[in-house]
């Protein structure tokens, strides 16, 4: 098998919600513009075969290399439920073409109402739900991060 073939076999992805602290540019790439927590490990323990979406308070569901604009909107609850269709339908085409080994949900109770509708469409994948608080579900992230590398390297 080469290592095209082995490495779309092995894709994974990753649903992240937005970060209240972005750099301070005005418009850039989804993971260049948010600078919260969750982007800082994901970007210093990066796989290859990682896709990576992000909800988004102002965007709604969209791709790591989506350019948007800096911008300070909260996830209300209103919000979410306002996003829920939306982001189904975005889901739906994510995962059409894609076969992942494994997804990797990292939300928020808030973030997660606007994902409700899309649940059903992540229960025909593989997924870990990150569970628990923020610091917690960063603990889970990493953890997923380097489980991911190792494969990887087992692969190679």
Known sequence: MDENNVSQSKKYLIILPCSKRKKPISKAPAIELYDGPFYRVLRKNMPNNLDILILSAKYGLIRQNDTISNYDQKMTIERAKELANEIEIKLINALKNNNYKEVFVNLGKTYMLALERG??????????????????????????????????????
């Open 119 to 156: 649940k059903r469409v992540l229960n025909k994948q593989n997924v870990y739900w990150a569970t628990g608080e923020i610091g917690e579900r960063l603990h889970q992230l990493k953890n997923w991060l380097n489980k991911i590398n190792r494969e990887v390297e087992v692969i190679y």
